[in-house]
C-alpha cells in the first residue's frame, strides 16, 4: 500500500470559481477525515466518515463546502465559489477505527 | 471541547542538545495520543502512537510519554541532528476514531 494520496498537489484557482480535491486512503482503513491548514497553525477538523457515511462535520464546513465518500473508497472535497479566505493545505487522513491516523501529503490551495 | 497546547510555540537548539516538547490537553478522556512530525508545505508523518493503556512510547532518537490525569504529553528527541528541524504536533481522539484535535505545534530549528 502507498499511504494516503491526495490530488492534485496544488491547486490555483481564480475567486468564484469551484475546486474539488480528491483522496484515496489506505485501501483497508474505514474511517476518513478532512482538515484544513493555514499558515502557522496546527491542523483544522472539517469532517469525517465511516465507510461512506458522514459521521461529523465541522461549522467551518460552510455551505459552500461538500464532502462525499461514495462506497466507502475514495473522498472528494469540493468548495464552490472559492473565496480568498479558502486559501489553505487541505490534509486528508485515514484510519483503522482510530487505531492510529496517516495523513496524506495535502492538497494546496490558493485562491487569487 | 478538547484544547490542546504545545509549549514552546518555537524553539532553536544547537546540534547535540536533547530537545523536550510538551503538550497539555484539557479533556483527560482521550483515547490516545500521537504525535507528528510535518516539514514546510508538506503533510503530517507520524512518529509515535501512545494508547491510553500505556505509559510511554519509544522509537530510536525519540520517547514520549502520556499522563492522563494531568493532561500531558511529552516528545523527548535525544542528540538533536539538523534534520530534526520541523513542526512538531500532538493530537488524540475521545474515542477510537473519533476526530483529531491539535496543538498549534512547536517549531524546532537544530542549529549545526
Known amino acids: 500500500d502507498t499511504g494516503v494520496s491526495q490530488d492534485p498537489r496544488h491547486k490555483i484557482t481564480k475567486r468564484g470559481q469551484n475546486v474539488t480535491f480528491r483522496c484515496d486512503p489506505i485501501?483497508?482503513?474505514?474511517?476518513l477525515y478532512w482538515y484544513r491548514q493555514t499558515l502557522g497553525q496546527g491542523p483544522e477538523f472539517l469532517t469525517y466518515?465511516?465507510?461512506?457515511?458522514?459521521?461529523?462535520k465541522s461549522r467551518l464546513l460552510s455551505d459552500r463546502f461538500s464532502a462525499e465518500r461514495p462506497k466507502g473508497s475514495f473522498s472528494t472535497l469540493e468548495i464552490q465559489r472559492t473565496e480568498q479566505g479558502d486559501s489553505a493545505m487541505y490534509l486528508c487522513?485515514?484510519?483503522?477505527?482510530?487505531?492510529?491516523?496517516?495523513f496524506g501529503s495535502g492538497t494546496r490551495l490558493t485562491v487569487v | 471541547k478538547q484544547e490542546v497546547t504545545q509549549i514552546p510555540a518555537a524553539l532553536s537548539v544547537p546540534e547535540g542538545e536533547n530537545l523536550v516538547l510538551n503538550c497539555s490537553f484539557t479533556d483527560s478522556a482521550i483515547y490516545n495520543l500521537q504525535w507528528f512530525r510535518q516539514d514546510p508545505g508538506k503533510g503530517l508523518t507520524s512518529l509515535l502512537l501512545i494508547q491510553s493503556s500505556q505509559r510511554e512510547q519509544t522509537s530510536g532518537r525519540l520517547n514520549a510519554s502520556l499522563d492522563k490525569s494531568s493532561g500531558r504529553s511529552t516528545l523527548y528527541i535525544a542528540a538533536s541532528q539538523p534534520g530534526d528541524s520541523a513542526t512538531y504536533l500532538c493530537?488524540?481522539?475521545?474515542?477510537?476514531?473519533?476526530?483529531?484535535?491539535f496543538g498549534g505545534g512547536t517549531r524546532v530549528l537544530v542549529k549545526p
Open positions: 493530537a488524540g481522539p475521545k474515542a477510537a476514531g473519533n476526530k483529531l484535535t
Open positions: 466518515f465511516q465507510n461512506e457515511a458522514q459521521l461529523e
Open positions: 485501501s483497508e482503513h474505514n474511517r
Open positions: 487522513a485515514s484510519s483503522l477505527s482510530g487505531d492510529g491516523y496517516t
